[in-house]
């Protein structure tokens, strides 16, 4: 498949002309050679690349980029660039759009491993609502940590500061821990979000809210995932998923 039908697809599906972002979403590395595999991933670094190369796939879709903020191409990032090129891999990055996508996004599937009934977004971030919010049968803190340890993996933190009995959650994937106090403003018996945050906690104490970070990463991969999976099912093209995983 022509690359150029690709981004006008994934472009359009994610809505990425219209959702706001300090990630330079959409296609960031060109290829000149038509996409028979596609590598989904949550970062764009070497590793993922040279993965990406072993599973014979001409582009990458990851979460995280390699283009945000203005920068000069030189060090880790000329390395990068210029493997992706040397290799004729295309890099294609989508961030927000990812995160808050109804379908296949991080956060709407963080909500249907915890069987949350109508999420509504609610985290305001950047001009867009990127979390999600709603109600859950009731269940204790625990047994949603054990629920995600199974789903999920990675190095779950627990902090359990108010009522154990969860029936209303608020998830923000990747790094949400700065935005607690939306959380606490909706009346959420638990924060869910991905990377620590030593301010969170603290905070979290004080209002009465538990919070769970469930791993950056982790929390990260499913979007990813699940976007394979779509684009396997509507444009007839295999994915796989490179595991790359940072600990955090």
Not at 186 to 195: C, F
Request: proline residues 5%; contains cysteine.
């Amino acid at each position: 498949m022509r690359l150029s039908e690709i981004v006008e697809y994934l472009d359009t599906y994610l809505m990425v002309p219209h959702i706001p972002d300090s990630s330079l979403n959409g296609l960031q590395v060109e290829t000149d050679r038509d996409i028979s595999k596609i590598a989904m991933a949550v970062d764009a670094t070497l590793e993922t690349f040279q993965q990406a190369k072993e599973h014979k796939a001409e582009l990458v879709i990851a979460h995280h980029g390699l283009f945000w903020d203005k920068a000069p191409i030189r060090g880790p990032l000329y390395r990068r660039v210029r493997y992706l090129i040397e290799n004729r891999i295309g890099l294609y990055a989508a961030h927000l759009p990812l995160d808050m996508h109804k379908e296949v996004g991080n956060n709407a599937e963080l909500a249907g491993i915890l069987g949350m009934t109508n999420p509504v977004p609610f985290l305001r971030y950047k001009g867009s609502l990127i979390g999600l919010i709603g109600e859950i049968e009731t269940m204790d803190i625990h047994e949603v940590v054990k629920l995600l340890e199974n789903r999920i993996g990675g190095d779950i933190r627990v902090f359990p500061m108010g009522n154990r009995k969860i029936t209303k959650v608020a998830i923000c994937s990747g790094y949400g821990g700065p935005d607690l106090n939306q959380a606490i403003e909706k009346g959420a018996d638990l924060y869910l979000t991905g990377e620590t945050s030593h301010e969170a906690v603290a905070l979290a104490e004080d209002a009465g809210i538990n919070i769970v970070f469930a791993g950056h990463y982790a929390t990260e991969t499913l979007g990813p995932k699940a976007l394979g999976k779509h684009i396997e099912a509507t444009l007839g093209l295999p994915t796989v998923f490179i595991s790359a995983p940072t600990g955090l």
